[in-house]
Structure formats: structure tokens, C-alpha cells
């Protein structure tokens, strides 16, 4: 069965702080992965592209380690915006169906 | 910037009626999704849907559920006979490239079966 584990949360972090999630996926033919970012009852949006050898968008970095099986997304200066909750999703081995985790929820606060 | 859209927002149904849910998609993608998501829980795929024909579906897109694009613009999914646990938030989504690229979402019709 594959299957996306996430910390569910909630990560509760003031302002400015540096906080960071991990996603572990049980499908070693994963190819694609993804963080997307789901605000309350609203649809969710993509936040980044996860690369073998990471990449960085501005505040947020996102890791893969195919050895561990796992992606870890950073967010750095944390903002009150940054409030949502964070989507692990995995692409691949053998379809093309997502999966998602459950998602991580974080709160910011002043 | 264009986007996907869906109707209706909400949508209040009895138990063992049928329901269509309707999406737009972005007018240059060429695969089609619909996902749900149960309140608290993980977002699930349903179905996929390109060229006309459905490319995947998933253990939950049983006989109860159909999905069509009647015309050039609009893709549906129709539950029929629906049923307590049926009631979730179900999103359509979009892409150009399939798969594993950046899908597109719209804003979900919120089910609620009585």
C-alpha cells in the first residue's frame, strides 16, 4: 500500500521563527513530489516543486532523501500568513495517481 | 490569471439522490481531475480524465460515480444514489502535462448528503 506519513501538528511557532516538516513515503518508485499549501476549506495550492538535489523558493527549502525515503520542507522568518496547513504530495512508481499526506498544520502567531 | 472554477459552492442533497458536479477547467489543460476530501481528512483521488476517456481511477470512483465532459468546457462528476459518507469536499483540478506536473485546483463544491 503507499502511503504518505506526515506529522500532523499543530506546529505552534511565534513569528520569525524557523520551523521545518518532514514527509516519509513508503513507495520506493516515487518519482514526483510536491508541498502544497491548504488554507481552512479552501482548495489547495502549490507551494514547490521537490528536486533531488533541493531547491530553495525565497523563505521556503524543500529536501529530498531518496535513501530514507523522506522530503522535508523549511520555512524560514516564518510569517503570520504562513498559517495553513502543508500537503505532502507524492507522484509515481508505476502511476501517475497523487498521494497525499494528511497534511502538517501551522500556526504563527504575533 | 485564469483559473478553476466549480459549481455549485454548496450543495445539500437526501440520501439516495443523484448529484452532478461541475467544473471548468483552465481552457489550454488537457488533464482532469477530481479529488474529495472528507472533513479532517487527507485529500483522496478520485478519477482522472484525458482525451475524453478516464486514464485512472482509484478504489473509491466505484459504479456509484461517473465523470464526463459534455461539451469543450465543462467536466462532471455525477454521483448517483448518494450516501451519508458521500458528504466531503470534492475538488476538480487541472494540468497541462498530466501526472506528475503542477496540478491546478478550483475552490471545491462542498457536499452535504442528509
Known amino acids: 500500500r503507499k502511503e504518505v506519513e506526515q506529522d500532523p501538528g499543530p506546529f505552534n511557532v511565534p513569528e520569525g521563527a524557523t520551523v521545518a516538516f518532514n514527509c516519509t513515503y513508503s513507495n520506493s518508485a516515487s518519482q514526483s513530489f510536491f508541498w502544497y499549501r491548504q488554507d481552512c476549506r479552501k482548495e489547495p495550492k502549490l507551494l514547490m516543486s521537490?528536486?533531488?538535489s533541493g531547491n530553495e523558493d525565497g523563505r521556503f527549502t524543500a529536501q529530498l532523501n531518496r535513501a530514507s525515503q523522506y522530503i522535508s520542507l523549511l520555512i524560514r522568518d516564518s510569517k503570520l500568513s504562513d498559517s495553513a496547513t502543508y500537503l505532502c504530495v507524492v507522484n509515481g512508481g508505476g502511476s501517475y495517481i497523487p498521494t497525499f499526506g494528511r497534511g502538517t498544520s501551522l500556526i504563527v502567531h504575533p | 490569471e485564469p483559473e478553476v472554477t466549480q459549481t455549485p459552492s454548496h450543495q445539500v442533497t437526501q440520501m439516495g439522490q443523484e448529484v452532478i458536479l461541475r467544473c471548468v477547467p483552465i481552457s489550454n489543460h488537457l488533464y482532469f481531475y477530481w479529488y474529495r476530501q472528507i472533513l479532517g481528512q487527507k485529500v483522496e483521488f478520485l478519477v482522472s480524465f484525458y482525451n475524453n476517456e478516464i486514464s485512472e481511477k482509484s478504489e473509491i470512483f466505484d459504479d456509484q460515480f461517473s465523470v464526463e465532459r459534455p461539451d469543450g468546457s465543462n467536466f462532471t462528476l455525477k454521483i448517483r444514489s448518494t450516501k451519508l459518507e458521500d458528504s466531503a469536499m470534492y475538488f476538480c483540478?487541472?494540468?497541462?502535462?498530466?501526472?506528475?506536473?503542477?496540478?491546478?485546483f478550483g475552490p471545491g463544491t462542498r457536499l452535504t448528503v442528509l
Open positions: 483540478a487541472s494540468n497541462v502535462a498530466g501526472g506528475p506536473s503542477e496540478q491546478f
Open positions: 521537490v528536486y533531488s
